[in-house]
């Protein structure tokens, strides 16, 4: 058996050998970025990729192929996402950005006129009073009425749940995000902490139905799977629950919501804490219709639709690993009448006033059948 030490010797000389070489592939590749410069050809050629990697699978051991074609495509990725660079083709997208970074205040509006979906008291209103110092808030029945708000110019902005870190996605927002034309300006994380409200003298034994919204009552689970003889009803949110509570006159029925709904519809809490985990967070987008892009914004949200093929998310992924860019988020939604085709949604880790940015913007183009830029914001937490 060979000596460890020994062996490694010769894994450095062999990575050494690599690194020059994939010097020299990287020199080609921009030698091949001047020639399409002058001969305006696109930088992506399908076909050439496909010959490629089925010639690469020939040259390696049958045990061997799949690696050999994960690594060559991840290789042509970085040429190519280089090649985008030097070509230097800004897109409208490109300038858009770069208009809305240099036409951007330099700070965040303290005053504004906001939309958000149900009733004073609602966790969307908590989320504006901490991105906005004196915020205006118009309540709308729906998240689709927030949207249209926003798109119409009724509200400068609007403010939207999109994920929980208990009960996940709120997948009617991102459906209604492949409808509607927004920028995220801004995010915010939320703890969310919900009550068992009902009207001063009620008793718990004593409660029959429960009223929140959807999204508290699964991350309450646990609480209702111990009290099976209590009815549960969805309703639009959880402060329209306590509102309604407030309103119903019966000491049998209550709502899950929050503290600040006790006192804002004279309730008392029969129990507090209720929901499954302590760290039961809710982040809360904040849109615009214009794109507006902040200092100190770090978080970038994309929508990408891909071909419907193998390896197509991948090579997405690839140029986000070949610019070194940390991926947040990637959740997928299916595309509405359309079998089996999906929309991917990423959140990612990178400064606008980063080099890897306008490179990953660069690149997109030619790995993905659609792609909106959502906008580039800072998370409040």
Not at 139 to 148: I, K, L
Not at 162 to 174: D, R
Not at 259 to 271: G, H, M, P, T
Not at 302 to 312: A, C, D, F, Q, R
Request: one cysteine or more; a negative charge.
């Amino acid at each position: 058996m060979a000596d460890l030490t020994e062996i490694r010797t010769r894994i450095d000389a062999i990575d050494t050998q690599i690194c020059d070489l994939f010097a020299q592939r990287m020199q080609c590749a921009h030698e091949v970025a001047e020639y399409k410069r002058e001969s305006g050809k696109p930088i992506l050629d399908r076909g050439r990729e496909r010959a490629k990697l089925a010639d690469v699978a020939t040259k390696v051991p049958e045990k061997l192929r799949d690696y050999s074609q994960v690594l060559f495509s991840l290789i042509m990725e970085i040429s190519r996402s280089e090649q985008s660079a030097e070509l230097n083709h800004e897109s409208e997208l490109a300038g858009d950005i770069r208009t809305a970074i240099g036409g951007t205040p330099a700070l965040f509006p303290q005053d504004a006129f906001v939309a958000c979906q149900g009733v004073e008291g609602a966790y969307s209103q908590l989320a504006a009073d901490r991105l906005f110092k004196r915020a205006k808030i118009s309540y709308f029945d729906s998240w689709e009425g927030v949207f249209r708000a926003v798109d119409e110019g009724f509200c400068s902005y609007g403010v939207l749940p999109v994920e929980n870190s208990t009960a996940g996605t709120v997948n009617q927002v991102y459906d209604l995000m492949m409808r509607h034309n927004f920028h995220i300006v801004r995010s915010v994380r939320l703890k969310v902490d919900h009550n068992v409200l009902a009207l001063p003298g009620a008793k718990l034994d004593g409660i029959k139905d429960i009223y929140s919204h959807q999204q508290a009552i699964a991350q309450c689970k646990g609480f209702l799977e111990k009290h099976p003889e209590i009815t549960v009803h969805v309703c639009e949110n959880t402060a329209a629950a306590a509102k309604m509570v407030a309103e119903s006159g019966r000491a049998d029925v209550a709502a899950l919501s929050s503290r600040s709904c006790a006192e804002l519809y004279n309730l008392v809490a029969l129990a507090r804490n209720v929901q499954d985990s302590d760290a039961n967070y809710t982040r809360f987008a904040c849109i615009s219709k214009n794109l507006e892009i902040y200092p100190g914004a770090d978080r970038t949200s994309l929508m990408v639709v891909t071909p419907n093929e193998p390896g197509s998310l991948y090579k997405v992924l690839a140029r986000f690993y070949a610019l070194d860019v940390n991926l947040l988020k990637l959740e997928s939604r299916p595309i509405p009448n359309s079998d089996f085709d999906f929309m991917f949604y990423f959140d990612i880790d990178c400064s606008v006033a980063a080099p890897e940015f306008p490179k990953l913007i660069a690149s997109l183009d030619d790995v993905c059948e659609e792609y909106r830029y959502l906008g580039s914001y800072t998370e409040l937490v």
